[in-house]
């Protein structure tokens, strides 16, 4: 069955240090999306992203956040200038449209010492 | 703004029980609701969507309904078993591109 894969599984950062974590989504969709979940707390939006441009984004999603789809594959998010608040679990997730079924990787632990 | 509410927020129920999780909505204006699975530092599996236009869906021992007007959605399992044992979230999209989750139903199945 496809799915969506994450790297990297876990990452240990420095607090002020730029982070990337890269998805690779289901083939054949088009709207990509990434979550995040701080440990204890709900799944929050953070963006989603369809035909190379962001279709929406929340108030968490500021100028320290990006994304970026580099290639017919893969999808990032870039997290610059990190901060202990930062540290939680990332989800990428797809679907084949818009308001359809949502299927979601396995996710990469962030944290920011 | 729309809110997603779950209860209970755990849940420990003997092997071969059915139970019924249950979502609630600040807003009846749904797009779609999705039902996921989440084990402990994992990533979230779909069980179920509903569509707005739809009642219900189901799947295997997996039954999830739907009621607009009231706002609510359950999740029924049916003879549940230990590997049922994992967080359960409710998940709406009120037609952007944005899905809201609830905190969880955390189920623990005894064997």
Known sequence: ????????????TQMGQEVILRCVPISNHLYFYWYRQ??????????????NEISEKSEI??????????????????????????????????SAEGVNTIYFGEGSWLTVV | KQEVTQIPAALSVPEGENLVLNCSLTDSAIYNLQWFRQDP?????????????QR????????????????RSTLYIAASQPGDSATYLCAVNTGGFKTIFGAGTRLFVKA
Do not use: W
């Open chain 1, 38 to 51: 701080i440990l204890g707390q709900k799944v929050e939006f953070l963006v989603s992203f369809y035909n």
């Open chain 2, 56 to 71: 219900e869906q189901t799947s295997g021992r997996l039954n999830a309904s739907l009621d607009k007007s009231s706002g």
């Open chain 1, 61 to 94: 999603f500021d100028d320290q956040f990006s994304v970026e789809r580099p290639d017919g594959s893969n999808f990032t998010l870039k997290i610059r200038s990190t901060k202990l608040e930062d540290s939680a679990m990332y989800f990428c997730a797809s």
């Open chain 1, 1 to 12: 069955e496809p799915e969506v894969t994450q790297t990297p599984s876990h990452q240990v």
């Open chain 2, 41 to 53: 530092g994992k990533g979230l599996t779909s069980l179920l969507l509903i569509q707005s236009s």
